[in-house]
């Protein structure tokens, strides 16, 4: 495996930089990656072959996110730029061990699966503990939370925020499709390409919708958490809507959600106070509109991300032909035609009446 350690070298983004990983540096990389080496040239386990990893194919490079317990690198596999997750199970709680390697499971068992030009690509992953490594494709713009956090507040251009929405819904509309609740949908969790394009990542505490229970125990991100949630009740689908409201707020604004209170005041406010945050005056109404329905504190009322991308379509439509469309729409003074014409629209019975 000697081009494995060979490939422990800084990959800066433009790859001519050629600066080399610090003795620190290369030690604690080492310190995560040993545990995935093996004599032979690529390690399968029990069942696994069809998304193994060939070790021998990878060369790690700069650290440029991390957690309480995962680390991820820009790296090589295969000459293609990946982004390589690691996930370290603390000797010390075999609780938490167990339940790592169940989130590690669960994570790429959803990502073999998921092929959409808005989810992030899996490339392949290695099961070999303490450690266990996810390998997905590289997105070179970064997280959408690190992009606002350049800009002024409310100043990313209408037109933009509704380009990168529509990509978010069409991830979250497909995830939804296959029967996959994200339950951590968040702006640190879309990741932008050299394009602009949105793909949705971060599976960690995604599961199937035949496998939700309670909220019980469950650790998602309180800015972005739907009441339900918060209060540990049954949830469905409606979970994501919620957390999509709050990503198009930010979009909009540029800002973290309730950033003058804790995270844990957050949840209380959102879940006994029924608080949102505050949008923008400037904001326009097709934005507001459809934010306040997304944020309901009643999942019922919550629009399907079927009918969220359509309005959005509608709006993208409609700016083509109008481009001061977004600062002169009115809303209908009615929600029902909107809740229908999704269904008009792919020919299903509809019940609607112009």
Not at 121 to 127: E, G, I, L, N, Q
Not at 322 to 327: A, G, Q, R, W
Request: aromatic share 10%; hydrophobic share 35%.
């Amino acid at each position: 495996m000697k081009n494995f350690y060979g490939g422990f070298k800084q990959i800066s983004s433009s790859r001519r930089s050629g600066r080399r990983l610090s003795l620190g540096e290369y030690k604690r990389a080492v310190s995560w990656s040993k545990y995935l080496i093996s004599s032979g040239a690529a390690i399968k386990g029990e069942g696994e072959e069809e998304w193994s990893a060939d070790m021998s194919q990878l060369f790690i490079g700069s650290k440029f996110a991390s957690g309480r317990h995962s680390r991820i690198y820009r790296g090589i596999y295969k000459q293609r730029d990946v982004a390589i997750k690691l996930i370290s199970q603390p000797e010390e709680e075999e609780d938490l061990a167990v339940s790592l390697e169940k989130q590690f499971t669960s994570e790429v068992a959803l990502l073999f699966r998921l092929h959409h030009p808005n989810i992030i690509t899996f490339v392949a992953a290695c099961k070999k503990p303490p450690v266990f490594c996810i390998i997905t494709e590289y997105m070179g713009g970064g997280s959408l939370r690190n992009y606002l956090r350049q800009q002024q507040p409310n100043t990313v251009p209408h037109k933009l925020v509704l380009k990168l929405a529509l990509d978010i819904a069409r991830g979250m509309q497909y995830l939804h499709s296959e029967g996959i609740l994200h339950r951590d949908l968040k702006s640190e969790n879309l990741l932008l390409g050299e394009d602009m394009c949105v793909k949705v990542a971060d599976f960690g505490i995604s599961c199937l919708e035949s496998q939700i229970g309670s909220a019980k125990g469950f650790t998602g991100t309180y800015r972005w958490m739907a009441p339900e949630m918060i209060k540990e009740k049954h949830h469905t689908k409606k979970v994501d809507v919620y957390s999509f409201a709050i990503v198009l707020w930010e979009l909009l604004t540029g800002l973290t959600p309730f950033e003058n209170m804790t995270p844990e005041q957050a949840a209380y406010a959102v879940s006994h106070k029924n608080a949102r945050p505050t949008l923008p005056s400037e904001c326009p109404r097709a934005f507001s509109g459809l934010i306040n329905r997304c944020w309901s504190s009643n999942p019922e009322k919550r629009p399907h991300f079927d009918e969220i991308v359509w309005i959005l379509e509608s709006y993208n439509e409609s700016i083509e032909e109008d481009p001061e469309f977004l600062s002169t729409y009115r809303p209908p003074s009615s929600n029902v035609i909107l809740r229908c014409l999704p269904q008009c629209v792919t020919g299903n019975t509809c019940s609607c009446k112009a």
